[in-house]
């Protein structure tokens, strides 16, 4: 099995800045996508944003992000310890939410997907 544990959450003001890492362990498949996504109270979960593994341990995978959060976000990983980071800077309110990683992989078109427990990020002053 797979597990994933956050870290990294907790209280900001606006403008401010937190890191969340998330550490995957288990048997994990080699091509694969980690992010992260997030819910706030009364919506829908939606991605942040999430990077592909790429071809080796020193590539860096692609990224993709949504739009509310470019230009102040960056996601990384560290495939040699499947770890995901995700850099968060001049957060706003409006990022308030659950922060939950994801990881998954795609083999002959089913996808499989793993979920970390959640990390609560509250920007407020």
């Known amino acids: 099995q797979v597990q994933l544990v956050e870290s990294g959450g907790g209280l900001v003001q606006p403008g401010g800045s937190l890191r969340l890492s998330c550490a995957a362990s288990g048997s994990i498949f080699g091509v694969n996508t980690m992010g992260w996504y997030r819910q706030a109270p009364g919506k829908q979960r939606e991605l942040v944003a999430e990077i592909t593994s790429g071809r080796s341990t020193n590539y860096a995978g692609s990224t993709n992000y949504a739009d509310s959060v470019k230009g102040r976000f960056t996601i990384s990983r560290d495939n040699a310890k499947n770890t995901v980071y995700l850099q968060m800077n001049s957060l706003k309110p409006e990022d308030t939410a659950v922060y939950y990683c994801?990881?998954?992989?795609?083999?002959?078109?089913?996808?499989?997907?793993?979920w970390g427990q959640g990390t609560q990020v509250t920007v407020s002053s």
């Open positions: 994801n990881l998954f992989w795609t083999i002959l078109s089913r996808r499989s997907d793993y």
